[in-house]
């Protein structure tokens, strides 16, 4: 690791103007990405900010038809918390099936999104369910938000605050694990919204991050069934290709962890 | 047996310093004005060392030294060595390049050091090392086998032209060829043995520490031999003579033969020591294990076996090239062809086996033994090759096994080994009614109702432990013997140190060969400790791999204790006014049979050392050596089963069940064996399924990290179910055979005899990814 301050911020506003003040600084939250890189050096920050422990960016609240969830809140508080478990129960399972116990105590939503790894299983849970981010600057879509691999919309020094979540009629997520590192190999989060759209969508699959799988949503919208996406063809062209999984492999587990994502549904 | 004695599942005593943290490796150990080397790695696979710039870094405060290939070369430290020499089929020997323990011009694998920096802290000698300039000129690369073999290749070594170390076969060509000719049948496989990355939990260390006033070196490191790093270190790379250079091995966090080999690190750390005249630490990361520690297996092999009109085996030829990396790793020679091709004969009567192996250079990381070292190759090449014999046939695996089953002992193989007993027919049994295997097929058909591929897959494999007859691995090159010795030292008060060539790095010898001395005197193993680790305690030792601690470091324990009991009956029936031969020696005391006369150890032990009142001529004190070579190596055998399902649509396997049913002769402690069953059956099944290191074609390491590297967790294995049938071995007054490596030799076979039986399809090659298993059922 290269030296580096280390601040702990105890508000939004004072991460901001610590952000401002440091040459090369970054936010740390779980610290479980961003540690592992600078212990490789592969990251070298002036100033790490500590916002893991700001008490407004952590908790859940239900209100209404919108579940939000602060950005710092760790994996396992969000598995356990009783509001996402009666409102959306596919995050709570996500998170069950994310990293191991030791990554679930430490890393946070916020964190998972502003990396975007391509294999994060949070991404997919945005996109579906539609959800947007909230910052200390704006709002924005979900789908506005995800840029590519490892690309964010979030400005310098800009800072989740929280991610609002609108509660689905319906929503199941299935994960293929990667036998390595336990992200997502192909993962799939299936929304029925209130409204009746249907969204789905594919993480660890394309080389372009997150995606929307159109085939599918066309096929669930007319037949909310596993077996409605037995006829869809996805195509490997643009899908990742690598030791642990070819790219039509991952074609075919994304129509498989679909299937798997909807029966979970119900 | 009493409450500790042999076969008593006693509760291990190392496990309370280990598991409160109070465990002392190697990286625990701080030395006064110790200083911090870090290497700098090539990043190229193959290169020409242009030049190297280190005046920035030299300037950098807290900087001691930055040290190169070239000057470990000037002062001329000796290359490594490989310790076992193979004759080649034409009668050369092996071909072998020379590996400097920094590379001063040419660096043949990615992480090959090239220089190393010496500091006041480990930060700064990694900042100092970024500011280390090295300009590389990159060659060509070969990456596989296939690629260094073709003509034209890229070569590593001018000694060794086609970058073929050695062409070397066993057996007997001519009786094979002759029993093919006369088969009924013919069953052919072609399969690769993947390459495996070691992973012990402690990454390798070393401190070396140079004493200029004595002209004296101590070196702490992670080594499973610190005797053997010590003669290697003083005979061959010309560092310190052997009796001013003190090998200690502290606790040591795993090692699976990765900690056998006497690394550039190691000697890099002594000669800077006393460069800088300070002591210098190197504590490797995750990273330089994955690049450095010499790797396992990767073979690729033909085996064709000839059976006759009634499915007996006539004949088995197998061709196998090994991979060996860069460099000759110091036992890297006898994996492939001593270690693997003696065993070609499984539990099998094989008439005529023959057998060729080509070992080839590439620009990888080298390759030495890794638990089992050969023998798994060996068992998972016989065991999917009898497999695919009984399905060509249409007839039960375990028939067919059966049918050709040795049971007559001793059994001469036509590949060197002569089995000393066994009885496979046991094993076997034992496992197919553990599994219930006769209600397989209505098993399978339910699970097919319900949509999943089940599968059923057997393993039976034989290996030879207890290594080695010093006589007989001398006549086939290897430059050691393989004795061990051991020291018993009864204090004054009764008290008892046990010293041992062993060493232990995760085995409970610090439990198990206490037992032996419970055993034999009745005493609590709370009055006995076992030191080992040390050369200046321990007065030699071979060190632990190839399951030999028990049956050829316990037995020299035991030839010791009973010189030790010898001159302590002696001493008792001179203080009982008794004869020698009514002595016997119970619950700590020795007795006058058929009386109650009696004197308790720490009174004979006591009169030792007082020597107030000894018989005449006896020499005072309680302490005795032993030096014991075996006769032969020991073959623990059995039956592995393993039942899963495989789901269709992903291609990823469940276990439903394992079964696995060992003959491992006497057991000293069930609790440990069954310990070292497990973790040898997950490092198999992690063959099987989950580890590869891999490289791209130009030698760039594609899985260097756990990121990519797949080692198996708690929850990709099943629980097991155990059991034990017994064979005494014959060859050493304990009976023990060995129990450390049968996990990993034999369970890879069963799993992927299960994948292929669920699937329909046995085109599968290890690791059984999802995506391979997909494509083996999807095309
Ligand atoms: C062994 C292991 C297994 C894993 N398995 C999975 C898995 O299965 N699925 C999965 O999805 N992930 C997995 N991860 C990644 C894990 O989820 C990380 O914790 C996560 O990607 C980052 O969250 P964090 O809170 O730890 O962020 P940190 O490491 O603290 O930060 C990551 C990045 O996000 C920035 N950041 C953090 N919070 C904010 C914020 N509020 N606003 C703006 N920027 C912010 C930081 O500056 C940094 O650049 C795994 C990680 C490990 C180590």
Redesign the pocket.
């Known amino acids: 690791m290269y030296e580096t301050t280390y601040h702990r911020a105890s508000s939004v506003d004072e991460a901001a103007a610590l952000f401002a003040k440091g040459s090369e600084a ?11 890189v600078m212990k490789q050096r592969l990251a070298g920050p002036s100033d790490v900010i500590d ?1 893991g422990k700001i008490k407004d ?1 952590i908790g859940v609240q239900l209100s209404g038809d919108t579940l939000v969830i602060k ?2 809140t760790t994996y396992y508080d969000i598995m356990t918390n009783t509001d996402v478990k009666k409102a959306i129960p596919a995050i709570s399972y996500l998170t069950s099936v ?3 116990p030791a ?1 679930r105590h ?3 939503i ?3 999104i ?2 975007n ?1 391509p294999a ?3 991404p997919a849970a945005l996109i579906s369910l539609g959800a947007t981010v909230k910052t200390n600057k704006r709002s924005i879509a979900a789908e506005d938000f995800f840029k590519g691999l490892f690309t964010t919309a ?1 400005e310098d020094g ?3 605050t929280e991610v609002a979540f609108p509660v689905p009629e319906k929503a199941g997520y299935a994960k293929m694990r990667h036998p390595a ?4 190999l192909t993962g799939v989060f299936v929304t029925k919204t209130k409204s009746g759209d249907v969204r789905v969508a594919a993480t660890g699959a394309s080389q372009s991050g997150v995606m929307r799988v159109s085939a599918i949503e066309a096929a669930l919208k007319s037949n909310w069934s596993a077996s409605a996406i037995d006829g869809v063809t996805v195509s490997a062209a643009g899908l990742l290709s690598d030791i642990h999984g070819s790219s039509d492999y991952r074609a075919n587990l994304v129509k498989v962890m679909a299937q798997r994502a909807v029966q979970a549904a119900g | 047996m009493g409450m500790e004695g042999i076969g008593a599942s006693v509760v291990r005593k190392e496990d309370k310093r280990f598991i409160t943290g109070k465990g002392r490796y190697v990286d625990d150990i701080k030395l006064l004005g110790m200083t911090y080397a870090h290497f700098i790695r090539s990043p190229h696979a193959h290169a020409k060392v242009k030049s190297i710039d280190s005046s920035a870094a030299e300037a950098m405060p807290g900087v001691v030294a930055v040290l190169t290939g070239k000057q470990i070369v000037d002062d001329k430290v000796g290359n490594l060595i490989c310790g076992w020499a193979i004759t080649s089929k034409d009668g050369s020997p092996m071909k072998m390049g020379a590996w400097p323990a920094m590379a001063p011009e040419t660096v043949r694998f990615v992480g090959q050091a090239v220089a190393v920096v010496i500091a006041e802290s480990k930060n700064v000698a990694r900042d100092a090392a970024e500011a280390v300039v090295v300009e590389y000129e990159e060659l060509q690369a070969v990456a596989d086998m296939p690629s260094a073999l073709k003509p034209g290749a890229p070569q590593l070594h001018p000694e060794a032209p086609g970058n073929v170390v050695y062409d070397w076969h066993i057996g007997d060509e001519a009786a094979v060829n002759a029993a093919f000719s006369k088969a009924a049948n013919v069953v052919t496989l072609e399969l690769t043995n993947n390459r495996l990355a070691p992973n012990a939990m402690e990454p390798r260390a070393a401190i070396a520490d140079y004493d200029a006033a004595e002209e004296h070196f101590t070196l702490y490191t992670t080594s499973q031999n610190p005797h053997v790093a010590r003669l290697v270190l003083s005979a061959f790379y010309n560092i310190a003579p052997e009796h001013k250079l003190r090998v200690i091995a502290p606790d040591v966090g795993g090692g699976f033969g990765s900690k056998i080999f006497i690394y550039p690190e190691e000697m890099v750390a002594l000669w800077a020591s006393k460069k800088v005249g300070r002591p210098v630490k190197w504590t490797g990361d995750r990273t330089e294990a994955f690049l450095t520690d010499a790797h396992g297996r990767d073979h690729i092999s033909k085996a064709e076996m000839a059976f006759d009109a009634d499915h007996k085996i006539l004949g088995l030829r197998v061709k196998t090239h090994a991979n060996f990396g860069a460099y000759m790793s110091l036992f890297s020679s006898s994996v492939p062809t001593y270690l693997y091709a003696t065993l070609l004969s499984g539990q099998y009567n094989i008439p005529a086996i023959y057998a060729e192996v080509m070992g080839v250079y590439t620009n990888t990381t080298p390759v030495d033994a890794y638990r089992g070292a050969g023998r798994p190759e060996a068992s998972y090449l016989l065991e999917r090759l009898v497999e695919t014999a009984a399905r060509q046939f249409k007839v039960d695996p375990a028939e067919l096994r059966r049918k050709n089953f040795i049971t007559q002992f001793p059994h001469q193989t036509p590949v060197i080994m002569a089995y000393d007993t066994g009885d496979f027919n046991a094993s076997l049994d034992s496992a197919m009614k553990a599994i219930d295997y006769a209600g397989f097929p209505a098993r399978k058909a339910a699970a097919k109702a319900q949509g999943k591929l089940r599968g059923i897959g057997l393993s039976c494999y034989i290996e030879a432990c207890g290594i080695a007859p010093s006589k007989a691995v001398g006549s086939l090159g290897a430059g050691v013997g393989l004795w061990e010795s051991a020291e018993i030292r009864v204090n004054p008060v009764g008290t008892i140190e046990v010293l041992t060539g062993s060493h232990s790095h995760g085995q409970g010898h610090e439990t198990t060969f206490c037992q032996l001395i419970a055993e034999r005197l009745g005493v609590p193993i709370s009055q006995v400790s076992i030191v080992h680790g040390d050369t200046d305690k321990v007065q030699f030792g071979m060190g632990t791999y190839g399951s030999r601690s028990a049956a050829v470091g316990l037995t020299a324990i035991l030839k010791a204790m009973e010189k030790v009991e010898a001159k302590a009956k002696k001493i008792a029936a001179h203080a009982l006014e008794a004869s020698e031969g009514d002595i016997v020696i119970e619950n700590g005391e020795f007795k006058v049979t058929g009386t109650d006369k009696s004197i308790a150890l720490p009174m004979v032990a006591l009169a030792a050392y007082t020597a107030h009142n000894l018989p005449d001529g006896m020499e005072p004190g309680l302490k005795e050596t032993a030096f014991y070579d075996p006769t032969n190596f020991t073959f623990p055998a059995g039956t592995y089963i393993c039942e899963l399902e495989v789901d269709e649509a992903t291609g990823k396997t469940s276990f439903v069940n394992f079964v696995a049913a060992d003959d491992f002769g006497r057991l000293i402690n069930p609790m440990i064996v069954e310990g070292q069953v497990h973790g040898g059956l997950v490092q198999g099944i992690g063959q099987a399924l989950l580890e590869h290191a891999i490289y791209d074609s130009n030698g760039q390491p594609v899985t260097a990290s756990f990121m990519d590297y797949a080692m198996p967790r708690a929850d990709d294995v099943p629980s097991f179910k155990l059991s034990h049938t017994t064979t005494l071995c014959p060859g050493n007054p304990l009976g023990v055979k060995g129990c450390g490596e049968a996990g990993a030799i034999g369970a890879s076979a069963a799993v992927i005899n299960a994948i292929t039986d669920a699937i329909g399809n046995n085109k599968l090659e290890m690791p059984a990814t999802p995506d391979r298993v997909w494509h083996a059922i999807h095309g």
């Open positions: 970054k936010f740390l939250a779980g610290g479980h990405t961003l540690l592992p916002i960016l950005a710092a994310l990293g191991d990554v430490r890393g946070t916020g964190g998972s502003a990396n790894d994060a299983d949070f979030l800009e800072i989740i590192s336990r992200f997502a």
